[in-house]
C-alpha cells in the first residue's frame, strides 16, 4: 500500500552475520509492528512500537531487536541470523489500532 | 492473552460455489475482529471488521463474516466464489495492544 515501504524487499545472507531491515512510512501512524510469515504458522508478532523510542516484545523476539528514533522509521535487526530465521517479514502500520492494520509488501529472508 | 483458532487450512473448491471459514476466539476483554486476506505474492488487506454493532458485518469483495458471541465465532462466508478468489485468509483479533493472527486457510478456487 502507499504510505508504507520495506526494504529491502528480498535478501539472502549467511548465518552468523546482522541484518537490518526497514521499514518506512508517510502516514505519521502511532503505532508499527514487525510480524515474520511462516507456512503453518500464519502470522507472529516480533516486535511491536508505540511511539518514537517506544517498543515492545511479541510473542517471537528472541534473536531480534528493534529501534524507533523517528516517527517514520521502524528498523528491525537480527542480531546474528540463524536459519531458523529464513522468513517473510511484514511490517504494518496503525493510528487507531481498532481500525486494523496496513501492511508493506514484506521482505523475503533467505538465511543460509 | 488473546488468540483465535482457524479450521480446515486447506480448502479447494469450484467456481460458483459457496465458502465458509471458520474463526474461534478466545479474549476476556472487549472484542474487536478482522478478517484479512493475503493473495498469492501480496501482503495482507482487510476484508471486514467488528468492533461493536451489528453483527453481521459486510466487507469487500462479496464477504461477510456474522459474530456470534455465544459460539465464540467470526465466520468468513461468501455465497458464490470466484477464481480470483484464491488467497489465503486470516482471522485476526485485537488485544494488549497488537493483533494476534490464527494460522491462516488456504482457499484455491477451481475454475
Known amino acids: 500500500d502507499a504510505g508504507i515501504t520495506q526494504s529491502p524487499r528480498h535478501k539472502v545472507t549467511e548465518t552468523g552475520t546482522p541484518v537490518t531491515l526497514r521499514c518506512h512510512q508517510t502516514?505519521?501512524?502511532?503505532?508499527m509492528y514487525w510480524y515474520r510469515q511462516d507456512p503453518g504458522h500464519g502470522l507472529r508478532l516480533i516486535h511491536y512500537?508505540?511511539?518514537?523510542?517506544?517498543?515492545d516484545k511479541g510473542e517471537v523476539s528472541d534473536g531480534y531487536s528493534v529501534s524507533r528514533s523517528k516517527t517514520e522509521d521502524f528498523l528491525l535487526t537480527l542480531e546474528s541470523a540463524t536459519s531458523s530465521q529464513t522468513s517473510v517479514y511484514f511490517c504494518?502500520?496503525?493510528?487507531?489500532?481498532?481500525?486494523?492494520?496496513?501492511f508493506g509488501s514484506g521482505t523475503r529472508l533467505t538465511v543460509v | 492473552a488473546q488468540s483465535v483458532s482457524q479450521h480446515n487450512h486447506h480448502v479447494i473448491l469450484s467456481e460458483a460455489a459457496s465458502l465458509e471459514l471458520g474463526c474461534n476466539y478466545s479474549?476476556?476483554?472487549?472484542?474487536?475482529l478482522f478478517w484479512y486476506v493475503q493473495y498469492p505474492g501480496q501482503h495482507l488487506q482487510l476484508l471486514l471488521k467488528y468492533f461493536s454493532g451489528d453483527p453481521l458485518v459486510k466487507g469487500i469483495k462479496g464477504f461477510e463474516a456474522e459474530f456470534i458471541k455465544s459460539k465464540f465465532s467470526f465466520n468468513l462466508r461468501k455465497p458464490s466464489v470466484q477464481w480470483s478468489d484464491t488467497a489465503e485468509y486470516f482471522c485476526?483479533?485485537?488485544?494488549?495492544?497488537?493483533?494476534?493472527f490464527g494460522k491462516g486457510n488456504q482457499v484455491v478456487v477451481i475454475p
Open positions: 485476526a483479533i485485537y488485544g494488549n495492544n497488537r493483533l494476534a
Open positions: 479474549y476476556g476483554g472487549t472484542v474487536n
Open positions: 502516514e505519521n501512524h502511532r503505532y
Open positions: 512500537s508505540y511511539g518514537v523510542k517506544d517498543t
Open positions: 504494518a502500520i496503525s493510528e487507531r489500532t481498532v481500525d486494523g492494520y496496513t
